[in-house]
């Protein structure tokens, strides 16, 4: 990893541990940039934009702040945004509006890059953004933005403050949903709770500014964290120095493959009732969260048949869709509608037949794919047991109880 302040380099070509950025011939992958004020995102991006990957990387921001304070070849203004052309292979952007709008606009005009690296603004929940971007005809399509290629979303990663992180998250574990804090949906403006749902909605955590804070406060941070979000990568950092590869090009809304480690976190049980408390031994207590703040589910499902698959997928939407559990499932039915707000779902369906599916949703849409034959990579390294993740509000043992009952009865 170069140094930040250091001469900016030419362009070289990729080397080892750097990102694998296949390029596709039709998308271009987008990832979304989130973290807590101050944590250290304009330190991440400046890494970015000037390490030695030999990618045509776009880095689209806000505004320019210190980030952009980097040798650029040349600029161009143009109208709405302003573009510095990197001596890497880096486009650094600043727009104002970063809407699909201007995404499109800056491909049409520079062509197609390599990445996007989209920067949301500090304490912006990147839930509506990401659903903006996956699964949305009007962007996958090259031809429906004029532009050579389309754009598919890649992954969500959010840094977090090291030192004070944890009492950011405990704070807004303790007014998120109150009255007058609510977050609005559609703007993702800021309030009382967005740290949380920056931590729920993302696929990897930079943890940084690791070498300011003690070891003690690092544990209960990664276990607040996995608390919340089960199912994302947690990497330790110190000014946001992480191997590219583990940021871009992860593939977290379109392959199994990202599942795997999920899988394997110790926690079996995630979410947590005021009276109960299961931790690994080696890890540092869990803050005591309110029930109505942003926890995790996770659920595991045997080998499914035809029918109970079925099932699945009709649990599944009522949930996502009308934020219930199903009629059906009386008396858990009793949760009214809206109860229970998903913000993220991942999951891997077996069934009997053998076959897996990998299940991934995003607030109310998902998908339900089966893995490839050819997948191999992605099958071995799957365990023996299906498992679905749900992360959100109002994910109590009740619904635990609903889904196993509604599929397995
Ligand atoms: N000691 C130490 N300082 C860091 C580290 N990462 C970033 N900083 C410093 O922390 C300050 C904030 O970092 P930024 O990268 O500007 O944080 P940010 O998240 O972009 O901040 P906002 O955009 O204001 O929310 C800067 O002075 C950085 O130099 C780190 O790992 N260790």
Redesign the pocket.
């Given at each position: 990893m170069g140094d930040s302040d250091s001469e900016i380099p030419d362009l070289v070509p990729a080397q080892g541990n750097e990102p694998n950025l296949a390029k596709s011939p039709t998308r271009v992958p987008l990832t979304i940039i989130c973290?807590?004020?101050?944590?250290?995102?304009?330190?991440?991006l400046r890494r970015i934009l000037t390490e030695r990957h030999g990618y045509r990387i776009a880095v689209i921001m806000n505004e320019f702040?210190?980030t952009a304070d980097i040798e650029a070849k040349s600029i161009t203004v143009d109208g709405e945004s302003t573009t510095l052309e990197l001596a890497n292979g880096c486009l650094c952007c600043s727009i104002k509006d970063t809407g699909a709008a201007a995404i499109e606009k800056l491909m049409q005009k520079q062509g197609a890059f390599d990445h996007i690296l989209l920067e949301t603004t500090?304490l912006a929940d990147p839930g509506p953004i990401a659903g903006m971007f996956w699964h949305n005809e009007e962007y996958i399509d090259a031809q429906s933005i004029g532009s050579e290629k389309g754009i598919a979303l890649d992954g969500v990663v959010c840094?977090v403050d090291a030192v004070f992180g944890l009492k950011q998250m405990e704070e807004d574990h303790a007014t998120d949903g109150e009255e007058g804090h609510s977050v609005s949906e559609d703007t993702g403006a800021k309030g009382p709770g967005e740290s949380l749902r920056q931590i729920a909605g993302s696929d990897v955590i930079i943890l940084?500014?690791?070498?300011?804070s003690t070891e003690s406060t690092i544990l209960a941070t990664e276990a607040a964290i996995k608390h919340v979000n089960p199912t994302a990568s947690i990497y330790r950092?110190?000014?946001?120095d992480i191997n590219l590869a583990h940021i871009l090009g992860i593939q977290a809304y379109s392959s199994g493959k990202h599942l795997t480690p999920s899988f394997s976190v110790p926690h079996e049980h995630q979410h947590e009732h005021e009276h109960e408390h299961e931790h690994p031994s080696s890890s540092p207590t869990v803050p005591h969260y309110v029930a109505r703040g942003i926890s995790s589910l996770q659920i595991s499902l045997p080998p499914l048949s035809p029918s109970q698959f079925a099932a699945l997928d009709v649990w599944i939407r009522t949930v996502l869709w009308e934020g219930r559990l199903p009629d059906s499932t009386s008396p858990q039915s009793k949760i009214s509608e809206g109860a229970i707000q998903v913000l993220r779902c991942k999951g891997l369906i077996l069934l009997s037949s053998g076959e897996q599916h990998v299940l991934q949703g995003v607030r109310s849409m998902y998908e339900i794919n089966p893995i490839a034959d050819d997948d191999d990579g992605a099958k071995s390294e799957f365990p023996h047991a299906g498992k679905v993740v749900l992360i959100g509000k109002g994910l109590g043992d009740e619904v635990r109880d609903s889904l196993l009952s509604s599929v397995i009865g």
């Open positions: 973290g807590f004020l101050g944590a250290g995102k304009s330190t991440l702040g210190d500090g840094v940084n500014k690791v070498d300011l950092t110190v000014r946001a």
